[in-house]
């Protein structure tokens, strides 16, 4: 059964879904919202019991923060799609203090998701130009694609899907071998990839395709089944794309999260939850 953890007139729950197991916290990212005359993001962490909201502010400002990943380090891997002219990027932030380190900066289009290999050492995350079309970033940088980090700042594009694509969300299976991937242009589809020693991708294979909306919010539970968030509500299916079943959102849902034994799902003017495991 779902119940409603927190709600707002706006759209507070939108982006980020990161568990925080030490505060009993989920951290989420804002849409646009209007904030004195100027389009800003904003950043809260709710506690999942109780619905007690606090916002960070990123010291120094984080520019239109958007989806985000634990770093296995107790920080969160934050993506930020910067501002008229300056690009997007990833930082590292302390959820409590707001204090925050840019990881990479200044190069990309509006990177969108985040997600760690099985070591830790090294990311992938994607870079749609969501920044350009919404009209808060003046220009396109580079091309809509995959890309990899490694744990020195490297970064080199591991998969372009052509002009017309939006690559968003990203997930890893609890082995570290697969990574899948949400595609919200073209196709409205999540695939999955095979991951090679290098960290590039492989054998590309398509999982599945929203019936209702787009394929926003994808995760993995501890069996390796993908949940993903579009407008039926969370659809969930096997490492093989066969569909285990939908839990029915009214409204639909844009991201989600595995907190303990919660699945807590962010449906933008609502946060809500229900018992998974």
Request: glycine share 10%.
């Amino acid at each position: 059964m779902l119940t409603t953890i927190a709600s707002s007139n706006k759209s507070l729950y939108h982006e980020g879904a990161v568990w925080l197991h030490k505060s009993k916290e989920i951290f989420v990212t804002s849409d646009r919202l209007r904030v004195n005359g100027s389009v800003k993001v904003k950043m809260h962490c709710v506690n999942i019991y109780t619905g007690e909201s606090r916002e960070i502010e990123g010291k120094p400002e984080i520019l239109m923060a958007n989806g985000a990943c634990i770093d296995g380090k107790d920080k969160i891997a934050v993506c930020y799609q910067g501002k008229d002219d300056i690009n997007g990027g990833i930082t590292l932030l302390d959820p409590y203090s707001g204090e925050n380190m840019d990881i990479i900066k200044n190069i990309h289009n509006s990177p969108n998701d985040v997600v760690f290999n099985s070591e830790d050492t090294g990311f992938w995350f994607t870079d749609p130009s969501y920044g350009f079309d919404q009209g808060f970033r003046s220009k396109k940088v580079g091309h809509e694609a995959i890309y990899y980090s490694d744990e020195r700042g490297n970064v080199r594009m591991v998969y372009m899907e052509g002009d017309d694509s939006r690559p968003n969300g990203l997930a890893i299976s609890p082995d570290g071998s697969i990574l899948y991937y949400g595609e919200s242009g073209r196709s409205n589809s999540v695939y999955r990839f095979s991951i090679n020693k290098d960290f590039t991708l492989s054998n590309k294979k398509l999982l599945y395709t929203s019936r209702s909306g787009i394929p926003d919010g994808i995760k993995c539970d501890r069996d390796g089944n993908l949940m993903i968030a579009d407008g039926e509500g969370v659809v969930i299916i096997s490492p093989d794309g066969i569909k285990q079943r939908v839990i029915e959102v009214e409204g639909g849902v844009v991201q989600l999260e595995l907190c303990g034994d919660y699945l807590v799902l962010l449906c933008n003017k609502k946060l809500l939850k229900m018992k998974y495991y």
